[in-house]
Structures are given as C-alpha cells and as structure tokens.
C-alpha cells in the first residue's frame, strides 16, 4: 500500500493540485524513468523463497501479480490518493468495477443499505436487483432532502451511497450534513465523485469514508480508456483489496498508463471545462427555444448555495429542456454540428445525447415520465473546444427547433 512517508507528507501537502498530479507518484518507484515505464507483466518474480513468502503475505503487493497489483497502478493510486486527500486508492478496470467491489466488500446479508432515487443506471440497478438477492434490504431517498437520509436510518443500517450531482437534473446531495448524521452511528458512506472530479469536490473532506469514480470520464479525460478507481482509508482499502482479487475487474497496465497521462492536465482541463460549461449555461438560458436549464453553477439551481458550498467548480454536464417535445428535440440535437452523439462525458470533446433516447431502449415512455425525464430534455458534457465555436453551433441549431 501506499504509506506515505514523514519526509514525502511534509513535501506533497504542500503542492496545490497541478503539481500533485505530476509529481505525487515520483517517490512510487525507483527506476530512473521521467514518463513511467508500462510494466506489462501478468507475474513478477522474486529472487528467492523468502522474498516470494513476503510478497504473497503482502497485500496489494504491486510487484507479484498484476490482479492484485501493478507498478502502473500504484503510480495512479497515489496521485488519486493525493487528489481526494485519503490515505490510499486501489484502481479497477471500470467505474462499476470499482462500485461493486466497493459495494460487495462492505455489505452482507442482514444489513440494510440507503441510497438515492437517482443514481446512474447500473448503479440503480445494484441497488434495485442485486443487492436483495443477497439478502440486502436497501431504502432509496430523496437526494435533495437531508431529513430523507435521517429517516431512511435503521439500527441495521451499514452503508450510505451517495452520487453528486446526479443525473437527470443534476440535483446536488448534501455530503457533509449526510456524513455527519452517519459517523456517531459507524454508517459508512460512499460517493461516486465522478461527475465533480476531485478537482471540483472532495467527500473525504466533508466526512465520506469512500470515494469512487468513473475514471472513464473526467480522470481519464480523452474518451479512450475505461477505469475506476477507489480512494478511502488504509483499512477500509484492504477489506476492498480482497474482494477486489476476487472480482477480479482488473485494469490493464496499459489503460492504467492512459489514465496516469490524462491525470497529469486533470487540474488544467478542469479549470477549462468548468468556465466552458457556466458560459453556455449561461448562453443557453438566455435563448428563447431553450425553456429550462440545470446546472448548479446558475443561480437559478434550485440548490445553487449548497453546491457553492461544496463544491470549486461544477463540470461539463448541462441538463436543458428544449421548448417543445420529443421531435423538436430530436432535430436539434441531430442540427448539432460539433459534439458527437454519444454517452460519456467529462473528455476533451463536447458530447451530447437526447435524454429520452438514450432511456428509451430501457425504459417506456410512462416510466421516464415516472422518472422524472420529459421528452425535451438534453444532456451536453462541454469539452475544451473553443467556446465561441460552441455558442455558434448551439445557436444554428436552436434555428431548426
Ligand atoms: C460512467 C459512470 C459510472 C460507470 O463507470 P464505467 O467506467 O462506465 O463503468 C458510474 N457512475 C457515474 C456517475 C458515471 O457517470
């Protein structure tokens, strides 16, 4: 694992981010590389029986067997460990790789599980499906409504998922008030941090015990690699370790390598990203075809205080309702010229999808009114294009509406 020492704490709590996620891991391995070596070993071996005796003792040894560990994977552990501030992270090979080996680790039958109405889709799925099937009962809460939480709490209550901001609306949960209520009664809460980044919130900060991310999206950074990562304490870490050996969603050296890249302009592209996405919020709520936008960054969000509160910048998602329905919608979004249409989000290019069709292969058209997703609605994750480029595409293609 990931210790640091006296010397190196003294060193890296100093740094600000942008020299965190290029420098945190310099101390991670001796070789004299300036970019990291890809270590692309399934096996590593030892020099003698002693020396294997100790690394098959050692849990999440990064030199033994790359399910359990890789150089490449402690490299980005310790730069996610230093960027959501705990003591250690374990990468895995997707963001619901690292859910449930998260989820699976820490709850068994008999306990009882409170999670939010709105979560993404396979994570909903978990808590909908898989979680009672081992005999886990889960309760799910409003997210926005803190006293939701408070009452959804049973004796047997073990861990807390939260997910902020969430889909579709980007409605915000307030972490520190659901962590508070949690620590006097040893519940432990978990956040998907991935539509944030750590750059622009940090749960551990406000009392989480486990951070997780889709490291597919902002972490990675380029749409080109699937990852997740884990962030808590040494303790809760190892219980997760060894779950995770027997999950086995592993992250391929190679993948772990991309995303150590992409981490390195994390804090840069953020900081760009974060000022596209308020200026075309902005720009969209002032066009007469757009009748709503959400993103907690306007004042118009209706929990715009609390995400000031807890958050440094608020990310690529806008979620807006054309003026219209389900064919208007649909020929905007196909007038777009420059994001693709396409899931994902947080990567250099702007993507967009029509909400209701992206739900439709899953849902009908009653259950997305259940849901909560009008036939108008569009998500847009804004990447680092130009944002006058943006603005002029948006505004030719509002023309067709
Ligand atoms: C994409 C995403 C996930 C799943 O991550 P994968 O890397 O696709 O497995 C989980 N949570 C949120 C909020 C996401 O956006």
Redesign the pocket.
Known sequence: MNKRSHHEERILDSFQNETLVIHADDAVTNDRTVAPAIYYSATFRAHNATEFADMAKTPHHPQYYTRYGNPVHERVEKVMAELEGTETALVTG????A?STTLLALVSAGDHVIAQTRH?M??AKIMDEMLPRFGVEVTLVEQADVTAFAEAIRPNTKLIML?TPANPTLVVTDIAAVAEMARSRGIIVVV?N??ASPINQRPHDLGADVIVH????YLGGHHDL???VICTSEALAERIWHTHISIGAVLSPMDAWLLLRGLRTLPIRMERINANALALAEFLEAQPQVERVYYPGLASHPQHELAKRQMRGFGAVIAFAIKGGYEETERFVSALKLPPNAV??GGVDSLVVHTAAMWGGVMTEEQMRTAGIPTNFVRYSVGLEHIEDLKADLLQALQVV
């Open positions: 997707s963001g619901m790789g859910i993404y396979s994570t997910e998907d991935t539509f889709s490291a597919t999206k699937t990852a997740g994902s989000l």
